[in-house]
């Protein structure tokens, strides 16, 4: 059984950082999609990066340049860095995981998550 846990989270001022980490665990880890979305109230769930088996990253352009996607294989960790951290960041963000021929597809496709970490950021 896959098992994400993400943490993190919490309350920022614009153009502060935060760290969140995805713990994983139930598969192996180096054949999966993972990658981090997010999703404000009254909005879809949106894909911010995400990072493929080889290490390859893809990046939502809102995100471009201010956030860093990240993988520990030895700690079956996922990162994802957030910096220079803007109002409309404010979501939940989850992690996700899936066997995929493409790691940049809608969240739909994406079978697990975690129970997600709440970023706000204020003005």
């Known amino acids: 059984q896959v098992e994400l846990v993400e943490s993190g989270g919490g309350s920022v001022q614009a153009g502060g950082s935060l760290r969140l980490s995805c713990a994983a665990s139930?598969?192996?880890?180096?054949?999966?999609?993972m990658g981090w979305f997010r999703q404000a109230p009254g909005k879809e769930r949106e894909g911010v990066a995400v990072?493929?088996?080889?290490?390859?990253?893809t990046y939502a352009d809102s995100v471009k340049g201010r956030f860093t996607i990240s993988q520990d294989n030895a700690k079956n960790t996922l990162y994802l860095q957030m910096n220079s951290l803007k109002p409309e960041d404010t979501a939940m963000y989850y992690c996700?995981?899936?066997?995929?021929?493409?790691?940049?597809?809608?969240?739909?496709?994406?079978?697990?998550w975690g129970q997600g970490t709440q970023v706000t950021v204020s003005s």
């Open positions: 990072i493929d088996s080889d290490g390859s990253t």
């Open positions: 139930g598969y192996t880890y180096s054949s999966y999609c």
């Open positions: 996700a995981a899936d066997v995929l021929t493409s790691c940049v597809v809608p969240a739909t496709r994406y079978h697990y």
